[in-house]
């Protein structure tokens, strides 16, 4: 490995361990072998490099949010579909040192964190076209920008709801047989709306 990718993962590494705003560049250097010149000529900043660290240690639980494909065989589009593909989210929310909780960091401190706070902003849209596929099958290369802005955020939102949830309470948080029944009322309030209206 080069030098960029030696601090992406001493980054990592340092996320992981002592959060957002505990972690000095010079704690990255020492992580990673690397040198303090070397944050700076290749992610710009400190921040820059934290923000990409945290989103490739999201992207590394792409497998797990896609749990056993020998039983990921639910239609896509369907609550099934739906419960099974969270059910396998909330799984990573239960592990010992979830990344998860770095979310929570960027939400309550962003104020200490603008740079960073900025670089994952931009990077929700991408999140929220990564899981459509998940959800509703096809490619992530195939979801329109429109699907990336509302179908997308519409789960990043619920993501992040979620993440506060456990984050806040993971004894009442709901689990993805929770949110697929949530899921069906609506589904169910909707359609009788829509056979009501004139």
Same mark, same amino acid.
């Given at each position: ?20 705003? !505990? ?7 020492? @992580?990673?072998?690397? $040198? *303090?010149?070397?944050?700076g000529y290749h992610y %710009?900043?400190? #921040?820059? *490099? ?37 059910? $396998?989210?909330? #799984?990573?929310?239960?592990?010992? &040192? ?11 401190? %962003?104020? !200490?964190?603008?740079?960073?706070? @900025? ?5 929700? !849209?991408?999140?929220?076209? %990564?899981v459509i596929p998940l959800l509703m099958? &096809? ?44 899921? !069906?009322?609506?589904?169910? #309030?909707?359609?009788?709306?829509? &056979?009501?209206?004139?």
């Amino acid at each position: 490995m080069g030098h960029r990718e030696d601090l992406l993962e001493g980054a990592k590494r340092c996320l992981l361990a002592k959060g957002f705003v !505990r972690t000095t560049a010079r704690d990255i250097v020492k @992580e990673s072998g690397t $040198n *303090l010149a070397s944050i700076g000529y290749h992610y %710009g900043s400190k #921040a820059a *490099l934290l923000a990409q660290a945290y989103v490739a240690l999201v992207e590394d639980m792409g497998d797990a949010f896609e749990g056993d494909a020998t039983v990921f065989d639910t239609e896509p589009g369907s609550v099934e579909r739906f419960q099974q593909v969270w059910s $396998n989210i909330v #799984a990573t929310m239960k592990e010992p &040192g979830s990344v998860w909780r770095l979310s929570m960091e960027v939400l309550a401190l %962003g104020d !200490r964190l603008p740079e960073v706070r @900025e670089h994952l902003g931009a990077a929700q !849209r991408e999140a929220g076209r %990564g899981v459509i596929p998940l959800l509703m099958g &096809g490619r992530e290369e195939d979801v329109s920008d429109a699907e990336a802005e509302t179908l997308g955020m519409f789960y990043v939102t619920l993501m992040t709801g979620l993440i506060a949830q456990w984050t806040f309470d993971p004894k009442t948080a709901p689990d993805g047989e929770r949110l697929a029944d949530g899921l !069906r009322q609506v589904v169910e #309030a909707a359609t009788r709306a829509a &056979g009501d209206a004139p």
